[in-house]
């Protein structure tokens, strides 16, 4: 999810959007998110609030999470975001990783 393919995947989300009462969206796969891609899942959490929608973030990837984490954005969101059990360990202190 990326300014390349931005308008793509705003239109996908928006028709998918229309279409239903409520939309899951698995994050899951996306390997790379920017500030577009970002604003893209911004705009479709705000357009099915307007239209009495539900839209929920699911199987957040690491590109994902950091995006949303940086922006702190993860409440407006509302989804409960699983870390995988390896991406815990290694941000565990004393996981045998230097500092410098």
Same mark, same amino acid.
């Given at each position: 999810?990326? &300014?390349?393919?931005?308008?793509?995947? !705003?239109?996908?989300?928006?028709?998918?959007?229309?279409?239903?009462?409520?939309?899951?969206?698995?994050?899951?796969q996306v390997g790379e998110m920017d500030t577009a891609g970002f604003q893209i899942l911004l705009l479709t959490k705000?357009?099915?609030?307007?239209?009495? !929608?539900?839209?929920?973030?699911?199987?957040?990837?690491?590109?994902?999470?950091?995006? &949303?984490?940086?922006?702190n954005m993860a409440s407006y969101f509302g989804d409960?975001?699983?870390i995988p059990a390896e991406e815990r360990a290694a941000a565990k202190p004393g996981n045998g990783k230097s500092a410098g």
């Open positions: 999810m990326n &300014i390349y393919n931005a308008t793509a995947q !705003k239109n996908m989300l928006l028709n998918a959007l229309d279409g239903c009462q409520e939309l899951d969206i698995d994050l899951s705000r357009e099915a609030l307007k239209a009495g !929608k539900a839209v929920r973030l699911t199987g957040h990837s690491k590109a994902v999470t950091e995006l &949303i984490d940086l922006y409960p975001m699983i």
